[in-house]
């Protein structure tokens, strides 16, 4: 019998790689610009018609390129996109004393400076036709209407983030193992958009006895569960593998994941308790399906040089 492997390739769901990241930390706050009409989206392509980059510029990406590509003076004064805020103000350098590698004075609250806001006043008009409101959604996915989908949310337990920039937390969940299911999609909870930078879940496929009954600090070095299954971003609302394809969980598949968030606070806020993680579609295993599995590829840890 001939059998068909379908590969997920590690990394694929992560879109914001068709920016040009050679040219965002030439930028104050170029991670972190505001889409204009979707609150909890990132325009990571600041100097593109296209969110994620790529493709036509607008028109602060043509100022950045008359600039050479420079965070001039002359940029940072200037209104690219005509709506009455410098590109400085916009990109939280009102003063224009940012440089490369120094932190912006403003780190919350970053406009786009190539898009005109807002965006249906009539200074704006004409202006921000490449610009779309539509949100990314799951309502398309088919498969998890079916009447046999069952549904696991995998949570954090009303966390309470800490007051540091960066914290990547880990838990493990157990999988149902009475018999064998195929998980079909899986849409991510997010429940403080403003702090969860984004997700991975893990599959413990050589680890089933490693266990983290309360959330654990993990970073990239943490080696168990390590079978890359899912991701999540801003942008993202989950992923939708239909029918005919699914990840093998229960009896003879996966009986736990690991899931890890990555918190990002930079105003060093306390009090957030947050309960995100990802809710998994399954179902029965049937005959038929391909099975997915994870292929990583390439080098896994770069040794950066001091001061590179």
């Known amino acids: ?12 769901y992560l879109p914001v790689c068709l920016a040009f990241f050679a040219y965002k930390d030439k930028l104050p706050n170029s991670d972190n610009v505001q889409h204009p009409c979707v609150a909890v989206y990132k325009w990571p392509g600041v100097g593109h018609e296209h969110r994620l980059g790529g493709g036509n510029r607008n028109v602060f990406g043509q100022d950045f390129a008359k600039a050479g590509h420079k965070w001039t003076k002359a ?3 200037a ?31 970053i406009t786009h400076p190539g898009i005109c806001e807002p965006l249906h006043d009539v200074m704006c008009h004409g202006k921000n036709t490449f610009v779309s409101c539509k949100v990314d959604t799951f309502d398309t996915c088919d498969v998890i209407k079916s009447p046999d989908i069952k549904t696991l949310d995998l949570v954090m337990p009303n966390l309470i983030i800490p007051p540091t920039v960066t914290n990547d937390l880990c838990l493990t969940f157990d999988l149902p193992d009475d018999q064998d299911y195929h998980m079909v999609a899986y849409e991510a909870i997010i429940d ?3 702090i969860v930078h984004h997700m991975d879940m893990y599959g413990c496929e050589k680890d089933e006895n490693f266990i983290l009954e309360s959330p654990k600090p993990c970073d990239m070095s943490m080696k168990a569960c390590s079978t890359e299954i899912s991701g999540w971003m801003i942008g993202m ?10 990840y093998s969980i229960g009896k003879s598949g996966y009986k736990r994941f690991r899931l890890e968030i990555h918190y990002h606070n930079p105003n060093l806020e306390h009090g957030h308790q947050d ?9 029965p295993a049937r005959p038929g399906v391909q099975e997915l599995f994870t292929l990583p590829v390439g080098q896994l840890f770069l040794e ?3 001061g590179t």
């Open 1 to 12: 019998m001939y059998w068909l492997l379908q590969v997920s390739v590690l990394y694929l």
């Open 75 to 77: 940029l940072c004064t």
């Open 79 to 109: 209104d690219s996109d005509g709506d009455g805020r410098t590109n400085g103000e916009e990109l939280g350098d009102p003063s224009c004393v940012w440089s490369v590698g120094q932190e912006p004075s403003r780190t919350v609250n």
């Open 192 to 194: 403080t958009p403003n």
């Open 237 to 246: 609302s989950g992923q939708c593998y239909g029918d005919n394809l699914a």
């Open 275 to 283: 309960s995100s993680g990802m809710r998994i579609y399954y179902r």
């Open 304 to 306: 950066l040089p001091p």
